[in-house]
């Protein structure tokens, strides 16, 4: 069974940093490429970042470019997320999510909320 | 703003049968696969259907979804009260590398 559990969210002031775990489980982690995903309170779906199966290629959506690192560990089965100069709008849930070979975005952990407030 | 376009809402009786429409355009929708996802309540989102129109297993086929031009459509028959959720389309965007790009979300209501 495939399994993705976020942690290392929690609340920090603007200007701080908070790095995010997925540990991952059931699957050949280093055959996926991988994705965050956030969803702010009462709001959509937005994309965050993705990494390929062995962290040569990485992307981001432009809101979080330069502040935002993600990167992953395949002999822990693990990815990360590292958020420097968080803002208020980075207040979401953030949750890993396993990219299938097809490319669809098919596993999604059950998030964990990270808070930027002072 | 989101990159897809989704109605806020929609709402139907128990039994009655539900479309969610979902536009985009060339650079995504137009030449890519696309998925539904169903977010229960206080949850995380779950894959409804993949590649346009498939199933992953467990899915009941009272789901089901197509593909036309930049547009995707979600259906929903036999409406139950535990459909009662956000559903959310979501694809790639050819013109921005491996960049995934969602709906804004419909919320279902069953009346």
């Known amino acids: 069974e495939v399994q993705l559990v976020e942690s290392g969210g929690g609340l920090v002031q603007p200007g701080g940093s908070l790095r995010l775990s997925c540990a991952a489980s059931g699957f050949t982690f280093s055959s996926y490429w991988m994705s965050w995903v956030r969803q702010a309170p009462g709001k959509g779906l937005e994309w965050v970042a993705n990494i390929k199966q062995d962290g040569s290629e990485k992307y981001y959506v432009d809101s979080v470019k330069g502040r935002f690192t993600i990167s992953r560990d395949n002999a822990k089965n693990s990815l990360y997320l590292q958020m420097n100069s968080l803002r208020a709008e980075d207040t979401a849930v953030y949750y890993c999510?396993?990219?299938?070979?097809?490319?669809?975005?098919?596993?999604w952990g059950q998030g964990t909320l990270v808070t930027v407030s002072s | 703003q989101s990159v897809l376009t989704q109605p806020p809402s929609v709402s139907a009786a128990p039994g009655q049968k539900v479309t969610i429409s979902c536009s985009g355009s060339s650079s995504n929708i137009g030449n890519n696969y696309v998925s539904w996802y169903q977010q229960l309540p206080g949850t995380a989102p779950k894959l409804l259907i993949y590649?346009?129109?498939k199933r992953p297993s467990g899915i009941p086929d009272r789901f089901s979804g197509s593909k036309s031009g930049t547009s995707a459509t979600l259906g929903i028959t036999g409406l139950q009260t535990g459909d009662e959720a956000d559903y959310y389309c979501?694809?790639?965007?050819?013109?921005?590398?491996?960049?995934?790009?969602f709906g804004g979300g419909t919320q279902l209501t069953v009346l």
């Open positions: 979501g694809t790639w965007d050819s013109s921005l590398s491996a960049h995934a790009v």
């Open positions: 999510a396993r990219v299938s070979v097809a490319g669809t975005v098919d596993y």
């Open positions: 590649e346009n129109n």
